[in-house]
């Protein structure tokens, strides 16, 4: 197909909107490289940083909300169009999650840090954001290169992240029955593994959105999903 | 598992009103419609889009064999309206006609009073007894075509001197009064402005109850807002035909893609 309008102004207008969801991409991708980091390194510092740059995150979403409300308003998008517009939307509000649960994350080492390490938790939490930021910067760029393959590849991740905080939400638990005062810090603990688990469903659902903007439909939800907990 | 058949399906409770098989159109030696195949529903909108030139007004027109009246244009295949093929030798052109309303581009009322208007279709088929029957029927056609309350009090008035939108709405209400069971429109509104274009798009959904109404538009909104079918023409070839929310959202055909979303095809 064409990539082509003959009004050249939509053709701006899209990539336009196109490049704020990348420029947005890479900010929650940083915010999650460098969440995690400042728990590694029970760097408050980072972590301070990480809640100040979440408001460009915020103001990006609201930027590409207005920009995709105008299109619609102006252009009347249709098929391709319309469905790129559908999809960034939701993306966009994908990622402003994801950026919020990376900040909270940020957060809740300002108040870890005051608290009993808890041995381990912390290299297993990096890896489980690790893993979800290399699905969030694969996906962008299935979104980018129109890739179904790529998208659907990312779509099947999702498995081992959920896997990970199912390790991690026993490990806490025995870790809480063995000594009271590791509640607190489990909690916490527990919370940002449940967050980073939930930031790979947005990515999955990011996934979903750039398999639906190519092929115009809905991936068939047959994924293997791991169980959520296994009460003990 | 069962297959249903390509077609036809128990449970689908549209029936076909229109059907054409193999329609070839030349204008002399331009073949202006390639072998079109097309069943169109009774009581749906269905909208021909796409560029000048592609046939879509040429096969709307072979609907009612307006195409008879041009000496150089043939017409071969078929075109069935409740399975009775319209091209036969004993279909009467002006009983088909009546069956088939149109509408066009233009405005075009007689030079006549706003009642002669709308009386003139009934009188000649001789669907009114007396006086006060045909009264009811303009009465009836005029509610119909959206324009009763305007006109009303003034239907001696010529038709001419009517606003373009209540000419257009004027036609409309003539077309429909000898109660056809097909209206055909050609680009309806492209003289209208946008609150008579909105009245006649809000006509067209109120006449779905009774017709099938097909409609030529070069607004693709248009077609998104008033049909339930659309169907995109190229070239001659109709390229593709499904539902509207399907071809609006994603079409199959690349060349519909072109179009709909205003890219260089």
Redesign the interface.
């Known amino acids: 197909?064409?990539?082509?309008?003959?009004?050249s102004a939509?053709d701006r207008d899209l990539e336009g909107i196109q490049a704020h969801v990348m420029k947005m991409g890479g900010l929650v991708e940083a915010a999650i490289v460098d969440a995690s980091q400042s728990l590694l390194n029970q760097d408050e510092e980072l972590s301070a940083e990480v809640i100040r740059r979440d408001q460009a995150i915020d103001d990006l979403d609201t930027l590409i909300n207005e920009e995709c409300a105008n299109l619609i308003a102006l252009r009347?998008?249709?098929?391709?169009?319309?469905?790129m517009v559908l999809s960034v939307m939701k993306i966009s509000g994908n990622l402003e999650r994801i950026g919020d649960y990376a900040k909270n994350m940020a957060k809740r080492n300002t108040v870890l840090v005051q608290l009993t390490p808890i041995e381990g938790a912390r290299g297993a939490l990096q890896r489980m954001a690790r893993e979800v930021q290399l699905m969030l910067k694969d996906v962008l760029d299935a979104f980018i290169e129109r890739d179904v393959e790529k998208a659907q590849d990312v779509l099947l991740r999702d498995r081992d992240v959920d896997q990970m905080y199912n390790a991690l939400f026993r490990e806490f638990l025995t870790f809480m029955m063995e000594d009271p005062r590791h509640i607190t810090p489990c909690m916490h603990l527990h919370f940002i593994a449940k967050n980073t688990e939930r930031m790979g469903d947005h990515v999955t659902s990011i996934a979903e959105q750039t398999i639906y903007l190519v092929s115009?439909?809905m991936p068939e939800d047959n994924r293997p999903k791991a169980t959520r907990y296994e009460p003990e | 598992m069962y297959d249903a058949p390509q077609l036809g399906n128990a449970m689908d409770q549209t029936t076909t009103k229109i059907s054409a098989r193999n329609v070839q159109v030349h204008y002399g030696d331009t073949h202006a419609i390639k072998d079109v195949n097309v069943d169109i529903d009774a009581k749906t909108v269905t909208a021909f889009i796409g560029p000048s030139g592609c046939g879509k007004s040429t096969f709307l027109r072979c609907i009612n064999r307006m195409n008879d009246t041009i000496d150089i244009c043939r017409v071969t295949g078929d075109i069935l309206i409740d399975g009775e093929d319209i091209y036969d030798k004993r279909v009467d052109p002006v009983q088909l006609r009546a069956k088939v309303g149109m509408v066009f581009q233009k405005p075009n009322p007689f030079p006549k009073s706003i009642y002669d208007n709308v009386a003139y279709g009934p009188r000649i088929h001789g669907l009114a007894k007396n006086k006060s029957e045909l009264d009811e029927i303009v009465e009836k056609s005029l509610r119909r075509g959206a324009i009763w309350d305007e006109v009303k009090d003034r239907l001696d008035a010529p038709g001419t001197g009517l606003s373009g939108g209540q000419q257009q709405r004027l036609c409309i209400a003539r077309a429909v009064a000898t109660e056809p069971e097909v209206l055909l429109m050609d680009e309806p509104c492209s003289a209208l402005d946008p609150i008579a274009t909105a009245q006649v798009e809000e006509l067209i959904d109120e006449l779905r109850s009774q017709f099938s109404v097909v409609i030529v538009t070069h607004s693709?909104?248009q077609a998104?807002r008033v049909s339930q079918k659309t169907a995109f023409f190229h070239l001659g070839n109709l390229v593709e035909f499904g539902d509207t929310t399907q071809i609006?959202?994603?079409?199959q055909d690349?060349r519909?893609?072109?179009y709909?979303?205003?890219?260089?095809?």
């Open positions: 197909m064409s990539d082509q309008h003959i009004v939509f009347a998008p249709a098929a391709l169009d319309l469905r115009g439909s | 693709m909104q998104a609006f959202t994603n079409p690349e519909t893609q072109n709909i979303t205003g890219r260089i095809g």
